[in-house]
T-cell receptor
Framework: KQEVTQIPAALSVPEGENLVLNCSFTDSAIYNLQWFRQDPGKGLTSLLLIQSSQREQTSGRLNASLDKSSGRSTLYIAASQPGDSATYLCAVKLWLGTYKYIFGTGTRLKVLA | KAGVTQTPRYLIKTRGQQVTLSCSPISGHRSVSWYQQTPGQGLQFLFEYFSETQRNKGNFPGRFSGRQFSNSRSEMNVSTLELGDSALYLC????????????FGPGTRLLVL
């Protein structure tokens, strides 16, 4: 059974720090992996999508990497800002008779001004 | 282009009642997926509709059902509400199928008393 784990569950950092969020999955036969951001009480905003054939994707201050063999993805946030405070979720898409998304439990990030 | 909209945003019901939630996808998107998010279980996939047909279903009891209309708008129904159904219900739309990038709505927060 595919499990998606995110560590740490919560993180508090001072503004300006570079930080790394981790996502681990148990089954390497994924189709792709997506990072989302969720603000309190709100829906999800897609940040980066990495296809299984790719190693990384970049968007602005965000960089996501994917290592299928080790079942890991990292989201790197450079020069963090208070506006980055949110919960970050990773989701893997895999084939289970049909395509399904499995979401991690998230990392709650707080960037202090 | 308008994003995914969900109505109502907040809802309070009592045990045993039924509820209907609505989702309007991004214009031109034909796939709508529904998710339940709770603090204990995280984000879990409910079902996906494409071209008015349910294409994919998660592990939820039959009390949870949905449908999609010809204009791609979707409704989700929960009958005989239980306390454990209290959650944030999110819908996501994608251009064709749910394995493409999904765009999430703000969610409907349901409280069952």
């Amino acid at each position: 059974k595919q499990e998606v784990t995110q560590i740490p569950a919560a993180l508090s950092v001072p503004e300006g720090e570079n930080l790394v969020l981790n996502c681990s999955f148990t089954d390497s036969a994924i189709y792709n992996l997506q990072w989302f951001r969720q603000d309190p009480g709100k829906g999800l905003t897609s940040l980066l999508l990495i296809q299984s054939s790719q190693r990384e994707q970049t968007s602005g201050r965000l960089n996501a990497s994917l290592d299928k063999s080790s079942g890991r993805s990292t989201l790197y946030i450079a020069a963090s800002q208070p506006g980055d405070s949110a919960t970050y979720l990773c989701a893997v898409k895999l084939w289970l008779g049909t395509y399904k998304y499995i979401f991690g439990t998230g990392t709650r990030l707080k960037v202090l001004a | 282009k308008a994003g995914v909209t969900q109505t109502p945003r907040y809802l309070i019901k009592t045990r045993g009642q039924q509820v209907t939630l609505s989702c309007s996808p991004i214009s031109g998107h034909r796939s709508v997926s529904w998710y339940q998010q709770t603090p204990g279980q995280g984000l879990q996939f409910l079902f996906e509709y494409f071209s008015e047909t349910q294409r994919n279903k998660g592990n939820f009891p039959g009390r949870f059902s949905g449908r999609q209309f010809s204009n791609s708008r979707s409704e989700m129904n929960v009958s005989t509400l239980e306390l454990g159904d209290s959650a944030l219900y999110l819908c996501a739309s994608s251009l064709r199928r749910s394995w493409e990038t999904q765009y999430f709505g703000p969610g409907t927060r349901l409280l069952v008393l």
